[in-house]
């Protein structure tokens, strides 16, 4: 395996790779993983995300899966890297941590067979694809400002190439207490079929990045909280999640609200027979 990086090194972003603690350009400058400024590892032209697809997921919600994955769209600007800031505006309450797995493209991808999927990877990398749920009831279609909200998708720390997604461990921890712990055996359908899928009738390019699903257990998370999303052999991907410096503006479009339906998602789908209490107030 190989593991790549995108980082900020004096004020430019390069490529650097990973050996032991530290990362090397290939320019010859270096710097400590630990001191990197970090940048998400792909420059991506499309986020596409799977619905439900980790069977522990499709449990908690007490739903049935459909016969074939169901997707929505991040747009680029959502995307952050390792250790960047999680923004949850004001009047907001509900925002939800999901640990995943992204699938980077890594060539022209368009009416290929499952069987051929991996000649058209990169890579993968870690994504949190968090949810901004207080407007699921307006945007619950298109999950347009429930995803799609700046700084939504942190990606990162690297693309790691050679990696077998099989039988691996994705777990998410919030302030160091374990909060998800899935496995990629539990996944409906597998990154090659997503791939094979989506490229059935939209051109994947490269760069462009495919989330896979996260396993039971998202949460809503506060100010001030630390999320690291773990995946075996992709490393850890660590954010802060910081209170947005201005409001929601109340003089256009739908407003926060916290429905049953927003309260459903954002806690569980059985919520109310597990005693779970709605987060503080801000």
Avoid at 131 to 159: E, I, N
Wanted: glycine share 8%; proline share 6%.
């Amino acid at each position: 395996m190989t593991e790549f990086r995108r980082i900020l090194l004096d004020g430019y972003p390069v490529v650097a790779t990973r050996e032991g603690e530290r990362l090397h350009a290939k320019d010859g400058r270096s710097v400590a993983v630990e001191d990197a400024i970090h940048l998400p590892p792909t420059e991506p032209r499309k986020i596409v995300c799977v619905h439900l697809n980790y069977r522990s997921r499709v449990d908690e919600f007490m739903v049935t899966l459909p016969a074939t994955p169901t997707y929505f769209h991040k747009p680029v600007s959502a995307l952050c890297g390792h250790r960047a800031q999680v923004v949850r505006p004001e009047r907001c309450r509900w925002l939800n941590y999901e640990g995943e797995i992204a699938v980077v493209i890594g060539r022209h991808c368009r009416n290929i067979a499952r069987e051929e999927a991996a000649d058209y990877i990169a890579g993968y990398t870690i994504a949190n694809d968090y949810g901004l749920h207080d407007f699921r009831d307006t945007d619950a279609g298109s999950m347009l400002r429930v995803k799609g909200s700046d700084t939504l998708c942190p990606v990162g720390p690297a693309l790691v190439s050679g990696w077998d997604f099989r039988g691996k461990s994705v777990r998410t921890y919030v302030n160091g207490a374990l909060a998800q712990d899935g496995n990629t055996d539990e996944m409906a359908w597998d990154m090659h079929y997503l791939v094979a899928d989506i490229a059935r009738n939209i051109t994947l390019e490269p760069g462009d990045l495919l989330l896979s699903g996260t396993p039971a257990n998202s949460r809503p998370v506060e100010p001030g909280d630390v999320v690291r999303v773990e995946v075996d052999g992709l490393g850890a991907l660590e954010n802060e999640i910081v209170q947005g410096p201005a409001p929601i503006r109340d003089d256009v479009g739908a407003q926060p609200a916290s429905s049953e339906e927003v309260m459903s998602t954002a806690l569980g789908g059985d919520w109310e027979f597990r005693g779970i209490r709605a987060p503080r107030k801000s």
